[in-house]
């Protein structure tokens, strides 16, 4: 086996950068398939934290590519910055990144349309609660045919033409003719196609043939499944298909060349934003779940609400994604917590995929043992399958056997090695 997807089951935030960390240390090249910056890894290494937004967690592996995919969007600014902040820490020499030169491009107007909507919608009912990033607004240009690849910035005039068209179209909403300065924008893009040039790349033929030579390939996804624009709780959704199936568009492999899926849960649930999210737990247990588990956005820096972990939505995620293995992160939180539910089913029998998410009412069971005032400091130590708690190792029997999905991977810490393997990636 030598591909692997590794995507979100959940809202995202559910620690997909710990695990394609730990994967990527047994991979050759690491490849995000959707999203931008309005995504945010968190990877703790010997104590010292790092964020991604845009480059792959495989960036702490020297010798290990990294590729953005064409279904991503890029905002040049961000990027060099970020590479900037990798390499201070010793991370990521340039000739190990590579950009698909189908991946559109976020603009400065594509912000300032970002936030103008978010600011007129949080005055009604209608507030998304998007990152303010340009993310919607450059895949909405993407659709609309107006978009901007990478490609674009090596072509002057095709660039040019491109920026007179979203001049044009979008001066009503931006409420001034000379809101979009094409002049300025030119100057700009000059300067991120120099910088661009030596990582851009045929993102598909290069990935198809690290598959044909046998290398180990991780495709790893941006926020969860839930927030599929197709297949999550639309409208409170991302702009891109963060399912498994996004890899093959986003990348440009077929089907036939995926091996596994890893779907990636807490042992709990967060969500920031708008939106349902039936399992939700108000009041003190869910600041304190909050406060233990570090519920902010890396990317925002706004709370998440929690939840307990919502098996019918988990399994809906699961059948999306056609998932393979489970992967359990926090476990640790709710040790620490002193206390473990779960929510096994919605009343009156609604269906996620049918029926949606919103009014949903949570029907949840307790899970025995996570009061024991030991069990935080046994899981923390724990290193193998066998080595975890009893109660633990029958909450994760109970979700796998729930969801249909062995149990592939658990998390007990925020360290590297605070990370059980319960099967191999590339095996």
Same mark, same amino acid.
């Given at each position: 086996?030598?591909?692997?997807?590794?995507?979100?089951?959940?809202?995202?935030?559910?620690? +997909?950068?710990?695990?394609?960390?730990?994967?990527?240390?047994?991979?050759?090249?690491?490849? /995000?398939?959707?999203? !931008?910056?309005?995504?945010?890894?968190?990877?703790?290494?010997?104590?010292?934290?790092?964020?991604?937004?845009?480059?792959?967690?495989?960036?702490?592996?020297?010798?290990?590519?990294?590729?953005?995919?064409?279904?991503?969007?890029?905002?040049?600014? %961000?990027?060099? *910055?970020?590479?900037?902040?990798?390499?201070?820490?010793?991370?990521?020499?340039?000739?190990?990144?590579?950009? $698909?030169?189908?991946?559109?491009?976020?603009?400065?107007?594509?912000?300032? @349309?970002?936030?103008?909507?978010?600011?007129?919608?949080?005055?009604?009912?209608?507030?998304?609660?998007?990152? /303010?990033?340009?993310?919607?607004?450059?895949?909405?240009? +993407?659709?609309?045919?107006?978009?901007?690849?990478?490609?674009?910035? =090596?072509?002057?005039?095709?660039?040019?033409?491109?920026?007179?068209?979203?001049?044009?179209?979008?001066?009503?909403?931006?409420?001034?003719?000379?809101? &979009?300065?094409?002049?300025?924008?030119?100057?700009?893009?000059?300067?991120?196609?120099? #910088?661009?040039?030596?990582?851009?790349?045929?993102?598909? *033929?290069?990935?198809? !043939?690290?598959? /044909?030579?046998?290398?180990?390939?991780? =495709?790893?996804?941006?926020?969860?499944?839930?927030?599929?624009?197709?297949?999550?709780?639309?409208?409170? %959704?991302?702009? $891109?298909?963060?399912?498994?199936?996004?890899?093959?568009?986003?990348?440009?492999?077929?089907?036939?060349?995926?091996?596994?899926?890893?779907?990636?849960? +807490?042992? #709990?649930?967060?969500?920031?934003?708008?939106?349902?999210?039936?399992?939700?737990?108000?009041?003190?247990?869910?600041?304190?779940?909050?406060?233990?588990?570090?519920?902010?956005?890396?990317?925002?820096?706004?709370?998440?609400?929690?939840?307990?972990?919502?098996?019918?939505?988990?399994? #809906?995620?699961?059948?999306?994604?056609?998932?393979?293995?489970?992967?359990?992160?926090?476990?640790?939180?709710?040790?620490? @917590?002193?206390?473990?539910?779960?929510? %096994?089913? #919605?009343?009156?029998?609604?269906?996620?995929?049918?029926?949606?998410?919103?009014?949903?009412?949570?029907?949840?069971?307790? &899970?025995?043992?996570?009061?024991?005032?030991?069990?935080?400091?046994?899981?923390? $130590? *724990?290193? $193998?399958?066998?080595? @975890?708690?009893?109660?633990?190792?029958?909450?994760?029997?109970?979700?796998?056997?729930?969801?249909?999905?062995?149990?592939?991977?658990?998390?007990?810490?925020?360290?590297?090695?605070?990370?059980? =393997?319960?099967?191999?990636?590339?095996?």
């Amino acid at each position: 086996m030598s591909t692997l997807i590794v995507v979100g089951a959940q809202w995202g935030d559910e620690g +997909k950068g710990k695990v394609v960390d730990a994967v990527a240390a047994q991979a050759d090249l690491v490849a /995000r398939y959707a999203g !931008g910056n309005n995504a945010g890894h968190t990877l703790v290494v010997e104590g010292r934290k790092v964020i991604t937004h845009l480059v792959p967690s495989g960036c702490l592996y020297p010798g290990t590519r990294c590729v953005l995919g064409a279904g991503m969007v890029i905002d040049p600014d %961000v990027l060099a *910055a970020e590479i900037a902040g990798l390499q201070a820490f010793g991370l990521l020499q340039q000739d190990e990144l590579r950009v $698909s030169l189908h991946a559109h491009v976020i603009f400065g107007f594509h912000r300032e @349309l970002d936030g103008m909507r978010e600011e007129a919608a949080a005055k009604g009912p209608r507030a998304i609660g998007t990152t /303010r990033r340009g993310i919607g607004p450059a895949y909405e240009a +993407k659709a609309a045919r107006r978009g901007i690849q990478v490609r674009d910035l =090596f072509d002057r005039a095709t660039l040019r033409a491109r920026l007179e068209q979203n001049r044009d179209a979008l001066a009503p909403e931006l409420g001034r003719a000379d809101a &979009i300065s094409v002049d300025a924008l030119m100057e700009a893009a000059a300067g991120w196609a120099a #910088y661009l040039e030596p990582m851009v790349c045929d993102a598909s *033929a290069l990935c198809h !043939g690290a598959i /044909r030579a046998g290398q180990r390939v991780l =495709f790893e996804g941006a926020q969860g499944a839930l927030l599929d624009l197709d297949h999550g709780t639309y409208p409170y %959704v991302t702009s $891109s298909n963060t399912t498994a199936g996004g890899v093959c568009t986003g990348i440009g492999v077929g089907p036939t060349a995926i091996d596994a899926v890893w779907g990636i849960s +807490k042992a #709990y649930a967060t969500r920031v934003g708008a939106g349902p999210f039936p399992s939700r737990i108000d009041g003190e247990i869910g600041q304190r779940l909050r406060d233990v588990g570090g519920e902010y956005g890396a990317t925002t820096g706004r709370p998440r609400d929690c939840g307990w972990l919502d098996l019918p939505a988990l399994r #809906y995620a699961a059948r999306l994604s056609g998932m393979t293995g489970l992967c359990i992160t926090k476990l640790d939180v709710l040790a620490a @917590l002193g206390h473990a539910e779960v929510c %096994v089913a #919605y009343a009156d029998g609604v269906d996620p995929g049918r029926d949606g998410l919103f009014g949903a009412r949570p029907v949840n069971r307790v &899970i025995e043992g996570f009061d024991d005032p030991q069990l935080a400091v046994q899981l923390a $130590s *724990a290193r $193998s399958w066998d080595a @975890l708690p009893a109660c633990a190792r029958a909450y994760l029997d109970l979700v796998a056997e729930a969801v249909e999905v062995p149990i592939a991977l658990v998390s007990v810490g925020a360290e590297r090695d605070q990370t059980i =393997f319960v099967r191999h990636p590339f095996e």
